[in-house]
């Protein structure tokens, strides 16, 4: 079966500090996908990463960036200098196939 | 380009009573899922449609049913409601049937609130 932990249930910061969300996930699968999305209050998941279980290169997008450590299997979220609009729920995912298994989510909060 | 479109946001029904969620996939995805994210935790699959077929199905029971139309729509159907089916109920469209590959777009939902 396929598990996403996602142990942080909130974090608060202060705005401009650096913050990493944490993903650790279980599969049987050898070709798996991993995702993270953003859920605003208004309830939308918004997607903002898919990696393969084939690549392990970490991925910077702006503030944003992603550590996948097949070894320890794990899926880590960084956001540097971080917004008060960055304030979400966020949720780790995994696919083998046709769904997703989603993590409890971290509710990450940004204080100015 | 319109996004995923689900409709009512909002609904309030009470115990026993049958509700009827419905779901537009982005214009030329042919795949639609459902989630359930109750309060607090990460959403749950329901469903999955492909060319109006069931393509999986989550642990739910027999209370919860689907279907998808000819032109992808789908519509989501809850019987004989409990106050546990209270929860956000998110529809994501994809091009095909594969999640990794193809990746799901969600729409922003339609909360439910049994009382």
């Known amino acids: 079966a396929q598990k996403v932990t996602q142990a942080q249930t909130e974090i608060s910061v202060v705005e401009k500090e650096d913050v990493t969300l944490d993903c650790v996930y279980e599969?049987?699968?050898?070709?798996?996908?991993l995702f993270w999305y953003k859920q605003p209050p208004s309830g939308e998941l918004v997607f903002l990463i898919r990696?393969?279980?084939?690549?392990?290169q970490n991925e910077i997008s702006g503030r944003y960036s992603w550590n996948f450590q097949k070894s320890t299997s794990s899926f880590n979220f960084t956001i540097t200098a971080s917004q008060v609009v960055d304030s979400a729920v966020y949720f780790c995912a995994l696919t083998g196939s046709e769904k997703l298994v989603f993590g409890k989510g971290t509710k990450l909060t940004v204080n100015p | 380009d319109a996004g995923v479109t689900q409709s009512p946001t909002h609904l309030i029904k009470t115990r026993g009573q049958q509700v009827t969620l419905r779901c537009s996939p982005i214009s030329g995805h042919k795949s639609v899922s459902w989630y359930q994210q109750v309060l607090g935790q990460g959403p749950q699959f329901i469903f999955q449609?492909?060319?109006?077929?069931?393509?999986g199905r989550g642990n739910f029971p027999d209370r919860f049913s689907a279907r998808q139309f000819p032109n992808y729509s789908s519509e989501l159907n809850v019987n004989a409601l409990l106050l546990g089916d209270s929860a956000l109920y998110l529809c994501a469209s994809s091009l095909g049937t594969s999640q990794g590959t193809y990746g799901y777009t969600f729409g922003s939902g339609t909360r439910l609130t049994v009382v």
């Open positions: 449609y492909y060319e109006k077929e069931e393509r």
């Open positions: 990696r393969n279980s084939f690549d392990e």
């Open positions: 599969t049987r699968d050898t070709t798996y996908y």
